[in-house]
């Protein structure tokens, strides 16, 4: 599933070719995403001139003067500018035309979502109780360890809730978590201050070391461009199960947390 990094990659990478431009057209072509496209979207965005190319958590906001596109990309979408001219593929469900180029959400397993927003985007159901973004000054050990005290709930469960804190997807969690030294299952409220300022500075090293590497490539995470991300060769821990630890050379376990996999270094990682 693309999370933070690789939406924030695909936000940089389509913005240059959208802000600005007026929509010629906008083509459904399956209708069928997470929730049904809405019948006369296509007449709510012809003719309409794009603003700005925001992100919120993993939803990328199109921009209008009018309202807001909302767009996840689900488990497998993508996002690609092409000539306007180019084959539709068998799982290309939408093209937003800009003149000669169009924007193409590529979806082979239709969890993405497009959903049209006439109001201020952060008053949408989807966004309005979503915690503060990570890489903003909002997000800092201080916020984190309110939170952390206020629960009883394993750590790595914490920073993955996104009204705590967005975008911290599984793959950062367990990165992060070991950068800082916290063992993933800790429990929220037995974890000092100091320890939570390390952990929020972890967070977002990790976050925008991915994003300056375009993302992590895990099956479908494309950029906008077609090329993969390469933070994945860069990972300390996720999906290294039973290989030294990068710090100590104990080996790296594998287990289950709140039903997601689960690395950390049993001699690091306290």
Same mark, same amino acid.
């Given at each position: 599933m693309p999370e933070l990094p690789e &939406?924030? =990659? =695909? @936000? $940089?990478?389509?913005?240059p070719h959208l802000v600005g431009r007026t929509v010629t057209t906008a083509i459904v072509r399956d209708a069928r995403l997470r929730w049904p496209v809405q019948a006369d979207l296509p007449q709510r965005l012809a003719g309409r001139t794009i603003q700005a190319v925001g992100r919120r958590a993993k939803y990328l906001l199109l921009e209008f003067a009018e309202? =807001?596109?909302?767009? !996840? *990309?689900?488990?497998?979408?993508?996002? $690609?500018?092409l000539p306007a001219t180019t084959p539709p593929g068998k799982h290309d !469900?939408? +093209?937003l &035309? &800009?003149?000669e180029h169009c924007l193409r959400l590529r979806d082979p397993r239709r969890f993405g979502a497009l959903l049209w927003w006439p109001r201020q %985007? @952060?008053? !949408? %159901?989807r966004l309005a109780a979503l915690g503060p973004e990570p890489l903003s000054e909002a997000f800092e050990g201080s916020m984190l360890a309110a939170a952390g005290r206020s629960r009883r &709930?394993?750590?790595?469960a914490l920073i993955m809730d996104a009204k705590v804190v967005v975008g911290v997807g599984n793959i950062y969690a367990n990165e992060a978590l070991f950068r800082a030294g916290i063992h993933p299952a800790r429990r929220s409220d037995r974890i000092g201050p100091a320890r939570y300022e390390r952990l929020a500075t972890e967070i977002k090293a990790v976050l925008a070391e991915a994003i300056a590497q375009g993302g992590t490539t *895990? @099956? +479908?995470f494309q950029r906008e461009d077609g090329r993969p991300g390469y933070f994945r060769i860069q990972l300390k821990v996720y999906g290294r199960g039973g290989e030294p630890c990068p710090a100590c050379d104990a080996s790296l376990l594998e287990t289950r947390l709140a039903q997601r996999s689960t690395f950390y270094c049993p001699r690091c990682q306290r």
């Amino acid at each position: 599933m693309p999370e933070l990094p690789e &939406v924030e =990659t =695909t @936000r $940089r990478g389509i913005a240059p070719h959208l802000v600005g431009r007026t929509v010629t057209t906008a083509i459904v072509r399956d209708a069928r995403l997470r929730w049904p496209v809405q019948a006369d979207l296509p007449q709510r965005l012809a003719g309409r001139t794009i603003q700005a190319v925001g992100r919120r958590a993993k939803y990328l906001l199109l921009e209008f003067a009018e309202g =807001t596109l909302l767009v !996840h *990309l689900g488990m497998s979408g993508s996002l $690609r500018v092409l000539p306007a001219t180019t084959p539709p593929g068998k799982h290309d !469900h939408f +093209d937003l &035309v &800009v003149g000669e180029h169009c924007l193409r959400l590529r979806d082979p397993r239709r969890f993405g979502a497009l959903l049209w927003w006439p109001r201020q %985007p @952060r008053e !949408h %159901p989807r966004l309005a109780a979503l915690g503060p973004e990570p890489l903003s000054e909002a997000f800092e050990g201080s916020m984190l360890a309110a939170a952390g005290r206020s629960r009883r &709930v394993a750590i790595k469960a914490l920073i993955m809730d996104a009204k705590v804190v967005v975008g911290v997807g599984n793959i950062y969690a367990n990165e992060a978590l070991f950068r800082a030294g916290i063992h993933p299952a800790r429990r929220s409220d037995r974890i000092g201050p100091a320890r939570y300022e390390r952990l929020a500075t972890e967070i977002k090293a990790v976050l925008a070391e991915a994003i300056a590497q375009g993302g992590t490539t *895990l @099956r +479908d995470f494309q950029r906008e461009d077609g090329r993969p991300g390469y933070f994945r060769i860069q990972l300390k821990v996720y999906g290294r199960g039973g290989e030294p630890c990068p710090a100590c050379d104990a080996s790296l376990l594998e287990t289950r947390l709140a039903q997601r996999s689960t690395f950390y270094c049993p001699r690091c990682q306290r």
